[in-house]
């Protein structure tokens, strides 16, 4: 099993550009999460997914759109890129049992100039 | 609301000598109290969880974890540093109301020395 996959690993865009992140979990996972890591900030929740077809705002949603249209594959989308938003990006994924682990993806890092 | 507060953004110490890293959460419910760690350029890793079957949870590579609901305290210990734990450690709390969501804190470096 791959587990947690993210494509690509590393970008770097020009403000108002826009792009996407592409998350792929082989373990059936229900849930899947897109965070941003910044220094001194640990982990921040942008958005969610409970299921195929379904999404939900994080704590830092403003600027990222996400797509779930299969089970497998949680997409996160920038539209308009600030230098804001220059992080590290992590999807991690779970299954749907009470207070379980989340397993994470190895992360993008995206810069914006 | 829940939170997480990891105290000491940095730790150094020796190899040998013991490892410990404090994290304080507050939460209206019972917590469900996670510690993780990222090495350098990876994702992270599940170290230890509590879901309240036993209040000193052991986890992997000879961390454990004491839960303290009268200090609303989860700090994570190793008896002895090896150099191989140089990581960034995050602890967690689960949020109430489902979905296995996740509040982190802020975060530890450790750094081990010879």
């Known amino acids: 099993n791959a587990g947690v996959t993210q494509t690509p690993k590393f970008r770097v865009l020009k403000t108002g550009q826009s792009m996407t992140l592409l998350c792929a979990q082989d373990m059936n996972h229900e849930y899947m999460y897109w965070y941003r890591q910044d220094p001194g900030m640990g982990l921040r929740l942008i958005h969610y997914s409970v299921g195929e077809g379904t999404t939900a705002k994080g704590e830092v949603p403003d600027g990222y759109n996400v797509s779930r249209l299969k089970k497998q594959n949680f997409l996160l989308g920038l539209e308009s890129a600030a230098p804001s938003q220059t992080s590290v990006y992590f999807c991690?994924?779970?299954?749907?049992?009470?207070?379980?682990?989340?397993?994470f993806g190895p992360g993008t890092r995206l810069t914006v100039t | 609301a829940q939170s997480v507060t990891q105290l000491g953004s940095h730790v150094s110490v020796s190899e040998g000598a013991l490892v410990l890293l404090r994290c304080n959460y507050s939460s209206s419910v019972p917590p469900y109290l996670f510690w993780y760690v990222q090495y350098p350029n990876q994702g992270l890793q599940l170290l230890l969880k509590?879901?309240?079957?036993?209040?000193l949870v052991k986890g992997i590579n000879g961390f454990e974890a004491e839960f303290k609901k009268s200090e609303t305290s989860f700090h994570l210990t190793k008896p002895s540093a090896h150099m191989s734990d140089a990581a960034e450690y995050f602890c967690?709390?689960?949020?109430?109301?489902?979905?296995?969501?996740?509040?982190f804190g802020a975060g530890t470096r450790l750094a081990v020395h010879p």
């Open positions: 967690a709390v689960s949020v109430s109301g489902g979905y296995n969501k996740l509040i």
């Open positions: 509590y879901t309240s079957a036993a209040t």
């Open positions: 991690a994924s779970t299954d749907s049992g009470s207070f379980r682990e989340q397993y």
